[in-house]
C-alpha cells in the first residue's frame, strides 16, 4: 500500500487521481505525453447506444475562468467501442464506461452490455434528456434519479457511479435519490448550465446557445455541494469541479471527496494529473500523512 492508494467499492486505485470524462476521450492522445498506468483511473468518454456527431461548431468556447461545451455527446457508440475495447484497457489502471441515453431502456442495455466486459465501473451521465419527459433531465427531481439508477442496477453487475447534476433544488436530495436507487458511489458535479454572446454579432457563441461550464470557476460551488452530499450519504463520491493543482483535489477530499476526477485542466496542461500525484504524494511525505484516506472527510468546521 502507498501513501495514495485507496479503494473504492472494492475497487483497487493506486492514487485518487482520475481522468474525467470528456477532456481524456479514451486516452489515447495522452499516450505521449505520459504512460497511463500512472492514473488511479480513467473515465472515459460518454457512450450512448449508437454513433452520435455530436452538435454543430462552434461547440467550445473559453470564458473567464473556464470553458463552455456543448459537444453534444459525439461518440462512436457502444458497438464501435467495444471492437476496440481491448486496445483501450491495455494500460495498467482502472477504466470507468461513462454511459449516456435518452431514455431508461438506453441506459440499461448500454450497463447490461458493459457489465461483461473487463471495464471496472460504471458511471451513470444522468444530464441528459429524458425524451419522454419532454426533454426535463433525468437527473434534476429526486424521483427521476430514484428510478432510473433502480432501472440500471437491474442490469448493472458493475460498481455503479451516479454523476450528479448540479443544476437542481437540492443536491443532497438527489443524492440520497441515487443511493437509494442503489448506487454505489456518486460522483459531482457536472457541468452548470452557462452561455456566451458576441456582442458584435448579437449571436451566442455556442451553436447550442446554452452548454455546460467547467474550470476553475465552478470549483466553489463543487466543493460545496461535494460537502453537503458527504453529510447526506453513505456511499463514496467522487469530486468533480475546477481541479487545477493538489491543493484544489485536497480540498475536495477533505470536503468528503474518496477520489476526484480531473477534466478541464487536461485541456491547458496534459501533465496535470501527473503533477497532482506526485504533488500529492509529496505533501503526505512532508505532513508525515501514512494514506491519504485519512483526509477524507476531515474538514475541521
Do not use: H, W
Not at 481522468?19 to 498506468?37: M, R, Y
Not at 467501442?81 to 431502456?105: H, M, P, Q, Y
Not at 448550465?193 to 474550470?215: C, Q, W
Not at 447526506?232 to 484544489?248: H, L
Amino acid at each position: 500500500m502507498t501513501a495514495l492508494s485507496t479503494n473504492i467499492c472494492g475497487i483497487e486505485f493506486k492514487n485518487p487521481v482520475i481522468a474525467a470524462s470528456g477532456t481524456f476521450n479514451f486516452g489515447k492522445e495522452f499516450k505521449n505525453f505520459f504512460s497511463l498506468s500512472k492514473l488511479g483511473g480513467i473515465c472515459l468518454k460518454g457512450l450512448t447506444l449508437g454513433k452520435r456527431e455530436g452538435n454543430d461548431s462552434p461547440r467550445i468556447a473559453e470564458c473567464y475562468g473556464g470553458i463552455l461545451n456543448s459537444v453534444g455527446l459525439q461518440n462512436p457508440g457502444l458497438e464501435a467501442f467495444l471492437r476496440d475495447l481491448t486496445s483501450v484497457l491495455k494500460e495498467d489502471t482502472n477504466f470507468i464506461a461513462n454511459i449516456a441515453g435518452n431514455t431508461v431502456s438506453e441506459y440499461c442495455a448500454l450497463a447490461e452490455r458493459l457489465s461483461d466486459t473487463d471495464i471496472s465501473m460504471i458511471e451513470l451521465n444522468i444530464s441528459c434528456p429524458n425524451v419522454k419527459k419532454g426533454g426535463l433531465s433525468f437527473g434534476v427531481l429526486p424521483e427521476d434519479v430514484k428510478n432510473i439508477v433502480k432501472e440500471v442496477r437491474k442490469f448493472c453487475k458493475k460498481p455503479l457511479i451516479v454523476k450528479l447534476s448540479p443544476n437542481v433544488a437540492s443536491i443532497s436530495d438527489n443524492a440520497l435519490a441515487a443511493q437509494d436507487g442503489g448506487a454505489d458511489c456518486i460522483s459531482l458535479i457536472n457541468t452548470l448550465k452557462g452561455m456566451a454572446i458576441d456582442i458584435y454579432t448579437r449571436k451566442p457563441i455556442l451553436s447550442n446557445v446554452i452548454g455546460g461550464l467547467s474550470g476553475p470557476a465552478i470549483k466553489p460551488v463543487a466543493l460545496a455541494m461535494v460537502y453537503e452530499c458527504y453529510k447526506a450519504v453513505d456511499i463514496p463520491i467522487i469530486g468533480i469541479g475546477g481541479i487545477m493543482d493538489y491543493k484544489d483535489a485536497l480540498e475536495f477530499m477533505l470536503a468528503g471527496a474518496s477520489a476526484v476526477q480531473v477534466g478541464t485542466a487536461n485541456m491547458i496542461n496534459p501533465m496535470a494529473m501527473v503533477e497532482i500525484i506526485e504533488e500529492l504524494t509529496e505533501f503526505c511525505k512532508e505532513n508525515n500523512i501514512k494514506n491519504i484516506k485519512e483526509l477524507v472527510g476531515g474538514l475541521v468546521v
